[in-house]
């Protein structure tokens, strides 16, 4: 397969996963560069059988703390049979699985918990700053800042138990979208 189509393949699989294509290089060794957060790296080298090169895919990390999980996925490719990219890089997911700090769900939800994180910190700080600048004007009552202050509280724990609702929801998500 030309090395286009195969970045093409490695593309398409990290729009699906957590783990970003960072680099692609195909003149000393048909090889691509796979990295997640948090400091979950490997790389994949292609067969080249036009050149002499390697006959099979083969999986690798420069990180220490990556290669035991990659075992599986090499165990997978000396097996009988020749393997797609599709599927060896289907095996790596599986093989990082167990990394429980490495959030599983599609790219778009996790950049949509960002984004809602973003905006309840925004609100927050804008009630806060409400609160003061009210607490300070002399023309309400005790009994203003009371409901004031327990209004606050309220939506201050609703936003918080919604984010961690979120958090805990995502960080159990083990989706993989085709």
Known sequence: MEFK????VAEKWCSSVPFDLIFAEEDDERRLD??????????????????????????????????????????YISSCGK?????????????????SSLTLCNKTTRLLL??????????????????????????????????LSLSLSLFLSLSLFLHLSLSLSLSSCWVYQT
């Not at 393997?83 to 990394?99: A, H, M, Y």
Request: net charge negative; glycine share 4%; with cysteine.
């Open 34 to 75: 796979f990295y997640a957060e948090p400091g979950i790296s490997f790389y994949v080298l292609c067969p080249d059988n036009m050149t002499g090169g390697t006959e099979n895919f083969h999986v690798w990390s420069e990180s220490e703390d990556c290669l035991p999980f990659l075992q599986l996925a090499q165990d």
């Open 114 to 147: 960002k984004n809602i994180t973003y905006q309840l910190l925004n609100v927050i700080l804008s009630l806060i700053s409400v609160f003061f600048s009210f607490s300070l004007s002399p023309l309400f009552s005790p009994s203003f800042f009371i409901s």
């Open 5 to 8: 189509q195969l970045v093409e």
């Open 83 to 99: 393997k797609t990219l599709l599927e060896v890089l289907d095996k790596v997911f599986t093989s990082f699985r167990p990394v």
